[in-house]
Each structure stands twice: as C-alpha cells, then as structure tokens.
C-alpha cells in the first residue's frame, strides 16, 4: 500500500461495506454482535479470534477509523476511543501500577498538565514535568519506576517542536517506551513512529476530524517495544488474570500493547468511541492533507502579515524562518509550523479581550482543527485560574493571544484580524 498521506487519507481503513455494497463505510448503531455459535463466542472472549462483541470494545465504524489513522500514523494497529484525554489515559493504563512514574515535557496542552499533574496522581502514578528542549533533562529525570516519556510532536502555546529522535534515543537507552502526542502536526506534517516513538496518541477532535463535530482520541502502536525485555511491564509481560494467564506480548506478537489497550484498558475503564463520532471523524479525515495544507500555507501569511504590525509584539510559530523552532519543524514538519500560533499584543490584557471581542468571522473559542478560523485570548480564558507568574510559565501571559487559522480566503482572515486589531 502507498504511503503517500493523501491517497491513504481517501482510501485507508475503509472498502465497499461486504453485505450492503455501501461505498462509504455506514454508521454500525448497534451495542452488540451476535455469536455464530458458542464456539464462536468463546474463541472472541478468550482473543483466539477477532471480531465484534460488544460496542464498548470493538464497533466496525471505529475499526474502519482505527485502520485509516494507523495507515497514516505507519503503526501496526490503534485503537480509537471517546476522546484525545481518554486515548492518552488508556495509552499508559497498561504500562503503569500504583507508584509508577511519566516523564513528561513541561510544554504540553493545557488539559495535558491537569490530567498527568493532578488526575493521575490519585491513581498513585507521579508526573515529573521537565523542560524537554534538552533531551538531558528528560534522562534526569527518568529513574527505576519510570514507564513512560510523554511529549507532544508540536506543542501549543509555545510552539514548540520537539526533537523526537533524540528524545526516543534517552527513553530507548533506559528501556522505557516513547509515548507522542501527534494533535497539532497530524500525520501529514508528521509521522513520529519514523523517528523512533513507540506510541502516538491523537486527539482526533481536532485536525483529523477537521470541522468541530466530534470529540475523539486514538492510540497507534508502532509494534516495535520489547515489552518482555525488562520486569517494568507485568501487564504486557506477565499471565493476565483476566485472560486465563495468557501473555499478551507473547500471545499477540506485536500486536500485543494495541490488543492490551483495547482488551484491558478500554473493556474495564470503558471511555469507547461512538459509532457517529467515528462516522464524521472519517469522513473529516478524507481532506485532512488537503486541510493541513491550506492552513499551514494560511497560517504562516497570517504570521508574516502579523510581524509587521506595530501593535503586535512578537510572534512563535515555527514556520516562520526566523524562529528558535524552525531548524527542528524543517527535521520533523517538512519545514511547516502547523496552523495553530501564538502571538503577543502591546497593550496587554485589555488589548487581548478587546480583539476577541472585536473579530466578525473568527470564532471566539476554546479549540483548534477547525475549518474555521479560530482566536482565543488565554489568559481570560483556558488559563484564567492561573496567577499570573504561572500564565507566563504556561506560555499564556496577559498579552498573549492564539489563533487557529482556518482554510477560509486568506485574505478574508487578514481582513478581518485588520479590522479587529484597528478596532483595538
Ligand atoms: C485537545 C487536545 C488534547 C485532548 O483531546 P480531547 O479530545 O479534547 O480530549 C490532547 N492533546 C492536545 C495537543 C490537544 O490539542
């Protein structure tokens, strides 16, 4: 099969449907699967043979999505589930016990931090958070109960692009899997399994998706960790008392860590995908290269058109030729900084309010991936619980205003910031 992410955005994961002839892939409104016989049921149960039995762990409308985004991410198998928190919970729920440890960067989305700062700690599983620019740090910080690195392939505010390779090189060394948040690049900037990550998880919500429709998240297992390696990994190394005593690493090859998602972490904890949500994710994904494209083309004009305004203080997008960044977007975006970017207002707080308030076809909310143009002022909103010395850490102090640009004119888009921004 080709590799060429345009192509597999059409066709991968899905064909003709087998008893209808339908060309697209129909929305499988069903909870549950009926058995051929009771063979049948009991080799699906006891994983000898796949195949559907109940919604919350496999559905065909989630499998078809599930085999598209592996395609383009190039992994072995995915899983897709309720939403992009639900994917990265159950992408480390099979590698961790009470006590265990994530490495994480520090220069995450927003609700990232809260989830492995906070949520994850009354499971007894403790974050340590570093400044991941210099892979040293994350090596510091990694020690006999780490089961995991997290980072995100482009983080936002910041724009920041992560070294995967190096990153991947540090995890690798002390036998720890390499998990990667691939939300703001998409598979069409970039493939983190080609630069070593282990994992990738999504938040399909955003670019895969593409129109604002459909919470969603999926895992994507490269297939290539050796969980039987080390002792760090029972759940993967070790008999499974929920299945007989099989070893799903041994069982299930490389298959084995997607399998354990699914038939552990998803079947007991339970966030599944619905069938709708998988429906609008895959028609949405059938224009995400053409998507990516127009946004990130829209994206860096807006950014150009933005450095030359007096009122604008300074901008991070690592598109732009001149940012800290560009040198590792060139290594791992095809030289592209995404469509999501950051930029600071002279006149503060007020001035950030006020251009929110001002834009007419820019939608004033908290998301990205949009076909739409879309603007938030962080620090009035998704950041508005933090003192101020802590919007500044996050990268959302008083000035700073976000956009994520649309595929609409571009000249409509600098029109309209124009307006606001005069207006301000
Ligand atoms: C939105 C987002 C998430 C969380 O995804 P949900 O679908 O909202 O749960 C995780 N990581 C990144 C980078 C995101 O943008």
Redesign the pocket.
Known sequence: MTKRQETLAVHAGTQPDPTTKARITPIYQTASYVFDDADHAARLFNLQEFGNIYTRINNPTCAALEGKVAAMEGGVGALAVA??????LLALHPLMEAGCEIVAARK??G??LNQMGHAFKRFGWHTHFVDADDPANVAAAINDRTRAVFI?SL??PGGVVSDIAAIADVAHAAGIPLIV?N??ASPVLCRPIEHGADIV?Q????FLNGHGNA???VIVDSGKFDWTASDKFPQMSQPSPSYHGMVFAEALGELGYIVACRALALRDLGPAMAPMNAFLTLTGMETLALRMERQCDNALALAKWLQDRSDVSWISYAGLSDDPYHRLAQKYLGGKGGAVFTFGLKGGYDAGVKLVSSVRMFSHLA???DTRSLIIHPASTTHRQLEEAAQREAGAGPDVVRVAVGIEHIDDIIADLDRALSAV
């Not at 938040?203 to 955003?206: A, R, V």
């Open positions: 939403s992009g928190h639900a994917a990265q995450l989305y609700g990232s995100e983080a936002n948040d939300t703001m998880v938040s399909t919500t955003k919470v969603g998240g998301n990205i991936g």
